[in-house]
DNA sequence: ATATCCCGCCACAAT
DNA sequence: ATTGTGGCGGGATAT
């Protein structure tokens, strides 16, 4: 498997500045949906793809298996999956939900429920572009799912595939189907996914470590335009908002996906007019002359035509937007929504404060929980500085966990 | 400095 | 043993 890399001449690319925005895992899965998405594919072949899009083998695994959990492809056998594509996703998240509902009420004696829609608190809006930010309620749904799998004494075998970028994405995708809450910080989600569970201990620098894989993750599911980043107005720390169904909550037929202009991704970041990756040994070894990284040379013969996404460059600012390499089924679209749900939210504190009083009699649970009032906490201090006119509900039952 | 996240070593699983 | 998978985190880029 090792690449052997051919770092030597390729005139092109002579002094072009080395740019990892052109080998990106979002921009990866789009040249690799492009390739395959048509009517006469039905099978992948791991090592087609990465011939063809110019990439080590390693970096296929990465997309394939947040494809995979997703539904967009289905393993079939050893280097071989089944292109399933787009129509896929709907059925796959539908399944994803029920899953999560299912883990989540499992959990033998008590049940928690998933509360409805509540809080979203409107800070006040500096440019008025992001419009909320709030602590999601998704915790509790990815709480408790995350505790059901914590819980279970895992062989050391499974711990590794707790450990998947496959799982870890079905987690993160169902922290947004299980609440309505539509966005979820970068912070929230690396301590709710995988459970943080250990003692209280070295969790510090292992957390950047996951976030590491949720980058990953957000990347990808980014390029199929099922999430979008975002980030938290005021503090500006990233987040990230579900896109993936519109509208209708579920029944197939509701459920479509967002098509915005497949090319941008996250909030801007270029594009390269050519294909990922494709060695191009950096430093470490032979460290680079100087300060210039070496070039990244591509390997011409195949990769020519994944350029066309190149192409939608067309950058929609709120009104139109294209669609991006796939065509979607009822492609539904939903770009310029600067602002939701401008509607109240009906302080439900109080209930989601009994949902949640039966105490864990498991220790990893409750430690989790414990995390999640911490961010809460935080928030809510962070929340009531600002606009002093909070409901004194939040105050009140927050007191409670603390 | 902090946020992103590419790259590829190498452990582990499958053949 | 060989080959396929894919954690994992060092450290380079982007902001």
Redesign the pocket.
């Given at each position: 498997?090792?690449s052997l890399p051919p770092p030597f001449l390729d005139s092109g690319c002579r002094h072009h500045t080395?740019?990892?925005?052109q080998?990106?895992?979002g921009l990866l899965c789009s040249n690799f949906v492009s390739l395959y998405d048509r009517d006469d594919v039905e099978s992948v072949g791991?090592d087609d793809a990465a011939r063809r899009l110019g990439v080590?083998?390693?970096?296929i695994?990465d997309i394939v298996?947040v494809l995979e959990s997703v539904g967009v492809l289905a393993r079939k056998a050893?280097?071989r999956y089944s292109w399933i594509g787009f129509s896929g996703i709907p059925k796959a998240l539908d399944e994803l939900k029920e899953e999560a509902l299912r883990e989540i009420s499992g959990t033998d004696g008590q049940c928690v429920k998933v509360l409805e829609d509540e809080d979203e608190v409107k800070l006040s809006d500096q440019n008025g572009n992001f419009g909320d930010y709030k602590p999601s309620p998704a915790a509790v749904g990815a709480a408790s799912s995350l505790c059901s799998v914590a819980c279970k004494a895992r062989s050391v075998?499974d711990n590794?595939r707790e450990?998947?970028?496959?799982l870890l994405t079905q987690n993160f995708v169902k922290l947004f189907l299980t609440t309505n809450a539509d966005t979820v910080s970068?912070d929230e989600a690396a301590r709710l996914l995988l459970g943080d569970g250990h003692d209280s201990s070295q969790m510090r620098n292992n957390n950047?470590?996951k976030?590491?894989r949720l980058?990953?993750i957000?990347?990808v599911l980014s390029s199929m335009n099922l999430i979008e980043k975002t980030?938290q107005l005021e503090t500006r720390k990233?987040a990230f908002r579900w896109l993936g169904t519109k509208g209708k909550p579920k029944a197939d037929t509701g459920v479509t996906v967002a098509i915005p202009p497949a090319t941008k991704q996250?909030n801007?970041?270029a594009f390269g007019n050519d294909i990922t990756?494709v060695?191009?040994?950096?430093?470490k070894l032979n460290p680079p002359l100087d300060k210039k990284?070496s070039k990244a040379c591509l390997r011409s013969d195949d990769l020519k035509e994944c350029n066309l996404t190149a192409q939608k460059q067309l950058q929609s600012s709120k009104g139109s937007y294209v669609f991006g390499p796939f065509r979607p089924a009822g492609a539904t679209k939903r770009i310029g929504d600067v602002e939701e749900k401008g509607g109240n939210k009906v302080q439900d504190w109080e209930s989601l404060a009994s949902s949640f009083r039966p105490q864990y009699h498991n220790q990893a649970l409750s430690e989790l929980f414990a995390h999640y009032m911490e961010a809460w906490k935080s928030w809510y201090v962070e929340v009531t500085q600002g606009s002093s006119n909070l409901q004194q509900p939040c105050k009140s039952v927050i007191n409670q966990f603390l």
């Amino acid at each position: 498997m090792a690449s052997l890399p051919p770092p030597f001449l390729d005139s092109g690319c002579r002094h072009h500045t080395y740019s990892r925005k052109q080998k990106s895992l979002g921009l990866l899965c789009s040249n690799f949906v492009s390739l395959y998405d048509r009517d006469d594919v039905e099978s992948v072949g791991l090592d087609d793809a990465a011939r063809r899009l110019g990439v080590e083998r390693r970096r296929i695994y990465d997309i394939v298996n947040v494809l995979e959990s997703v539904g967009v492809l289905a393993r079939k056998a050893k280097n071989r999956y089944s292109w399933i594509g787009f129509s896929g996703i709907p059925k796959a998240l539908d399944e994803l939900k029920e899953e999560a509902l299912r883990e989540i009420s499992g959990t033998d004696g008590q049940c928690v429920k998933v509360l409805e829609d509540e809080d979203e608190v409107k800070l006040s809006d500096q440019n008025g572009n992001f419009g909320d930010y709030k602590p999601s309620p998704a915790a509790v749904g990815a709480a408790s799912s995350l505790c059901s799998v914590a819980c279970k004494a895992r062989s050391v075998t499974d711990n590794r595939r707790e450990k998947s970028l496959g799982l870890l994405t079905q987690n993160f995708v169902k922290l947004f189907l299980t609440t309505n809450a539509d966005t979820v910080s970068l912070d929230e989600a690396a301590r709710l996914l995988l459970g943080d569970g250990h003692d209280s201990s070295q969790m510090r620098n292992n957390n950047a470590a996951k976030v590491r894989r949720l980058y990953d993750i957000a990347n990808v599911l980014s390029s199929m335009n099922l999430i979008e980043k975002t980030q938290q107005l005021e503090t500006r720390k990233p987040a990230f908002r579900w896109l993936g169904t519109k509208g209708k909550p579920k029944a197939d037929t509701g459920v479509t996906v967002a098509i915005p202009p497949a090319t941008k991704q996250w909030n801007k970041r270029a594009f390269g007019n050519d294909i990922t990756n494709v060695d191009h040994k950096r430093s470490k070894l032979n460290p680079p002359l100087d300060k210039k990284p070496s070039k990244a040379c591509l390997r011409s013969d195949d990769l020519k035509e994944c350029n066309l996404t190149a192409q939608k460059q067309l950058q929609s600012s709120k009104g139109s937007y294209v669609f991006g390499p796939f065509r979607p089924a009822g492609a539904t679209k939903r770009i310029g929504d600067v602002e939701e749900k401008g509607g109240n939210k009906v302080q439900d504190w109080e209930s989601l404060a009994s949902s949640f009083r039966p105490q864990y009699h498991n220790q990893a649970l409750s430690e989790l929980f414990a995390h999640y009032m911490e961010a809460w906490k935080s928030w809510y201090v962070e929340v009531t500085q600002g606009s002093s006119n909070l409901q004194q509900p939040c105050k009140s039952v927050i007191n409670q966990f603390l």
